[in-house]
């Protein structure tokens, strides 16, 4: 077998494309089995990120230690694939485990699916972030996560402009090189949350690497019935940089292994080195199962 896949430049291994595949196919059965369990009772909501596998491997490879992440429940593999949770958190989660030791995002007070990271040790101090991968809190309101995604991002930027902050308690930022990666699906892009922060990071020209999973449908609404031009990329192309500053906006392909892991290494890498914004619009992607365990696919 050959170590390197043909025709790539990514020099992605055999052994690092199999464990890829092996975190899709563990996040999928995980993503099945928790739909299952709600509806044989043993837990009582699920709502999970199978069909955006792929792109959540794919991003996870562009994300660095010091990167901040607010996204939503369709991202378990991503969270996974960083080492910012793994399956037994997952389950523990969907079952509503109090324990922190089991289920440290938020000891089983959140819905499933529901991602963050401590930032505080045993000891309540605050942990080395530029060290780790970190998350903060997701919330369950539509995009409501959008303008904590542009406030870390800004955070990013005022450490690397203001000089006053190169003082400032050591561990909480790399002379602002770090990322923000948000997550968003095409249905809450209709969210006037959605629009301002969007446009807050086109003024503020702050490194923010927002992608978009669009399989279509906001439940049961198709996205022709929901986005101007039934395509986000396309109703934001006002946004692209011309001879004034702008967003970055890539549209990549939700089955393409390659061509998302090539497109995530190198948009991420303008955002970081230029430390501006950028939309990664990932279409052609799947949600199998259905919004979640209360929806219907007779919807």
């Known amino acids: 077998m050959a170590k390197t896949l043909p025709n790539s430049k990514l ?11 092996r975190l899709a196919y563990s996040s999928r059965r995980a993503s099945i089995i928790g739909r299952a369990e709600v509806l044989r009772g043993n837990a009582t909501f699920g709502i999970f990120g199978d069909g955006k596998e792929v792109a959540n491997i794919a991003m996870a490879k562009a994300f660095r230690p010091g990167d901040w992440r607010a996204g939503y429940y369709r991202d378990q593999t991503f969270m996974w694939a960083t080492g910012m949770s793994n399956v037994r958190e997952f389950f523990a989660q969907l079952y509503g485990n109090p324990e922190v030791e ?19 040790d045993e000891a ?36 690397r402009d203001n000089p006053q902050l190169k003082s400032a308690q050591d561990g909480f930022s790399s002379s602002g090189n770090e990322v923000a990666f948000g997550t968003i699906g095409d249905a809450s892009t209709s969210e006037g949350l959605f629009w301002e922060s969007v446009n807050a990071a086109g003024v503020l020209q702050v490194p923010l690497a ?13 996205i022709s019935m929901a986005t101007t031009k039934s395509s986000i990329s396309d109703a934001l192309r006002g946004f692209i940089p011309d001879d004034r500053p702008g ?16 497109g995530y290494l190198r948009g991420v890498e303008r955002v970081r080195s230029g430390h501006k914004p950028a939309i990664f619009h990932v279409i052609e992607i799947t949600q199998p199962q259905g919004h979640s365990t209360s929806g219907s696919h007779e919807r």
């Open 210 to 222: 927002l992608s978009v999973w669009d399989d279509g449908y906001g439940i049961s609404v198709p």
């Open 124 to 159: 309540g101090e605050f942990r080395r972030s530029v060290d780790m991968a970190n998350s903060s809190a997701d919330v369950s309101n539509v995009a409501g996560w959008m303008p904590r995604l542009i406030g870390l991002a800004y955070a990013s930027k005022l450490y």
């Open 11 to 21: 020099h992605l291994s055999a052994e690092r494309v199999v464990a890829d595949y």
């Open 102 to 120: 089991a289920e440290p995002a938020s000891g089983g007070r959140q819905m499933g699916n529901h991602f963050a990271t401590r930032f505080l």
């Open 247 to 262: 967003i970055d906006i890539d549209v990549l392909r939700g089955w393409d292994y390659t061509g998302l892991v090539d």
